[in-house]
């Protein structure tokens, strides 16, 4: 029993993660059809931005706010203005391509310009265990999971109380209504690209202390933020963050209970059944059916 | 079309056709290498282009059949067995693959093809890599044969890319001939307008999984001549990145165009070849390359093609309204 205890604690703490990425996913899915099958490198490149400016000689809190920045400006503006919006008119098949071949040319980058060698990261929770009730749990998966929740409960806040939120679920829900009843669609569209450009920043600096900064780190996180969005529910926020906490803990059960070599299936199992059984996610809204 | 203009394309295409014979015949070792992987990536796209460019179906799983497709010819010929039976069973097995996994995904939306053939790729590839005593698991298959081909060896680079130019060739008239049936329309009709090809007494859905199973057993036949063109398969190229690259070979030369696999798969294979002196930088072009291209034209490079040929017809189409109604205002 005290080994599932901490199977949970590491499951949660990762799928926390998995959620972060997977509720920018839905973001921009809901607010421009676009599915970004380059998000996994997205959580990627921001550790090696602050890599890059720590190598500069600035000390981690400059670079994890350097950062940020960075990501937001490449990830977030720069995404959105030289390849979303250019092509969001062709329909979502070309720019989901693109996207593809996006992820391709971040990983070779990253491998070209930085290293192909996996780098170590520092961790901005300090290692060490604390002792709750009796038990030892890792400080970095209780501080992971607090940041997590602490920005997941922030971003649903921002989304249901703040008139900002409001005016981006309408841009989301119907893009066309929204600006008629005044809602500036572009600027809320924008503003969703920034915040997943701030959600996939924060993802990877919590990750990549656990699995270290490589280029081809994206591949993996990327499959598991696209199954926790559909698992969860493409077309909702809150589908998405039940999404990646399940597939983080239903991952580290598999690994533990299942098999190593099969620990992979398991999500992606939990995907098909899914699929079968509840297609438009667990918290989903459904989507009509197909003729 | 006018007559000059079919003459023009027959020869053009006998042209390319004797270039494909001719030209490689004194290409070293690595180029005929080089040109049989682009003739067998071009019938796992040509599989997936009747998946997506006439059915209208993202499959995100043709790397993995083509994987399948490669086990079985591995597998069968280290043991023995001539590779015709290994394409019967890469066929069957992927065809009927195809159908079990079409079935419950097209039940509901269209995009969730998209998401179960993603989690059936990686699957497939767990199962390439930890099924030791079937596929031998990371150490992979080594030492596979290539086959006899009507008495004639293809052990030899050449003869093996004629082998594989002249499957090729078969599975482009199995094209033609499959996009011009009943068959071929309704999965076009379908692309085009659902509602309505159902409303004509279409079954759709059949239709659909008609579409996708069979592009999947393309997939397995492209398959079944990638393991003796390597002559060693291991699990890796069998990854969801052979899928993406597929589908955007199918994208990139143009979907729904029956010449599109081929330029596609001509980019995908021979552009990071040319692009070689540029040394590490070269998938980084080519990924923009696609990008670029994409933003210009997202129905690739046929859509451009496409484009400029629409276009003049229809100016030579105005031309010639002008000058009969010039001629109808000057007639007495």
């Avoid at chain 1, 398991?266 to 059944?273: A, G, K, W, Y």
């Avoid at chain 2, 693959?97 to 590839?125: D, M």
Wanted: hydrophobic content about 55%; overall charge positive; charged content about 10%.
């Amino acid at each position: 029993m005290s080994n599932l205890l901490d199977l949970l604690v590491a499951g949660l703490a990762t799928g926390a993660i998995y959620a972060l990425v997977a509720v920018g996913f839905t973001l921009l899915w809901q607010t421009s059809q676009t599915i970004n099958f380059a998000q996994g490198e997205f959580v990627m490149l921001p550790a090696f931005l602050m890599l890059a400016v720590m190598h500069a000689g600035a000390p981690f809190w400059l670079a994890i706010i350097l950062g940020i920045l960075l990501s937001l400006l490449l990830l977030g503006l720069g995404f959105k203005l030289l390849l979303v919006d250019p092509m969001l008119r062709h329909g979502v098949l070309p720019l989901a391509i693109a996207t593809m071949a996006l992820a391709i040319g971040m990983k070779e980058a990253v491998k070209q310009f930085f290293s192909a060698e996996a780098s170590p990261f520092p961790s901005i929770v300090p290692a060490g265990d604390v002792s709750i009730l009796g038990r030892v749990v890792s400080l970095q998966s209780l501080g992971v999971l607090a940041l997590a929740i602490a920005v997941v409960i922030g971003l649903t806040a921002l989304l249901n109380r703040t008139s900002i939120g409001h005016q981006m679920q309408a841009t989301a829900q119907n893009p066309t209504v929204a600006r008629i009843i005044g809602v500036p669609v572009e600027r809320m569209i924008l503003l969703t690209f920034l915040i997943n450009a701030f959600l996939v920043a924060l993802a990877s600096l919590l990750i990549t202390p656990i699995y270290l900064a490589k280029f081809s780190s994206g591949e993996v996180l990327g499959q598991a933020a696209f199954i926790a969005a559909i698992v969860g529910g493409f077309n909702q926020v809150r589908g998405a963050i039940a999404g990646g906490l399940l597939i983080g803990v239903v991952d580290n059960l598999a690994a533990a209970y299942v098999s190593t070599q099969y620990r992979a299936a398991v999500p992606l199992i939990l995907l098909i059944v899914i699929i079968l059984f509840r297609p438009q996610g667990l918290l989903g809204r459904p989507e009509e059916r197909t003729v | 079309m006018t007559a000059t203009g079919k003459y023009l394309r027959i020869a053009l295409g006998v042209a390319v056709i004797a270039a494909l014979i001719i030209v490689p015949m004194n290409f070293n070792r690595y180029g005929l290498y080089i040109l049989s992987q682009w003739a067998v990536m071009t019938i796992a796209a040509m599989g997936l282009n009747l998946t997506l460019g006439y059915a209208g179906q993202v499959s995100l799983a043709q790397g993995a059949f083509v994987g399948i497709g490669a086990y079985a010819a591995a597998i069968m010929t280290t043991q023995g067995m001539p590779l015709v039976a290994a394409l019967a069973v890469a066929i069957v097995l992927c065809f009927a693959i195809g159908w079990i996994l079409g079935y419950p995904a097209l039940r509901v939306q269209h995009h969730y093809l998209a998401f179960v053939t993603l989690a059936f790729s990686t699957l497939a590839f767990l199962i390439f890599r930890n099924e030791d005593w079937l596929t031998k698991g990371i150490y992979g298959i080594s030492n596979i044969p290539r086959p006899n081909v009507l008495g004639f060896a293809t052990n030899r680079p050449l003869p093996f890319y004629y082998f594989c130019l002249g499957s090729l060739g078969i599975v482009s008239l199995a094209m033609w001939w499959l996009i011009r049936s009943p068959w071929g329309r309704a999965f076009v009709a379908l692309r085009e307008n659902p509602v309505r090809a159902l409303s004509l007494g279409i079954d759709t859905r059949r239709y659909t999984l008609m579409a996708f199973a069979i592009g999947s057993a393309l997939g397995g036949v492209a398959g079944t001549l990638y393991a003796p063109l390597t002559q060693y398969i291991d699990p890796v190229p069998f990854n969801l990145s052979l899928s993406l690259d597929l589908l955007m070979m199918v994208i990139v030369g143009g979907s729904g165009f029956f010449f599109g696999p081929f330029l596609g798969a001509m980019i995908a294979v021979l552009l990071p070849e040319w692009l070689r002196f540029t040394q590490g930088y070269y998938l980084m072009l080519y990924a923009v390359a696609v990008i670029l291209l994409l933003i210009y034209s997202p129905t690739g490079i046929l859509g451009i093609l496409d484009r400029y040929l629409a276009e003049r017809r229809t100016k030579a189409a105005s031309a010639l309204r002008a000058v009969a109604k010039s001629r109808l205002e000057t007639a007495p």
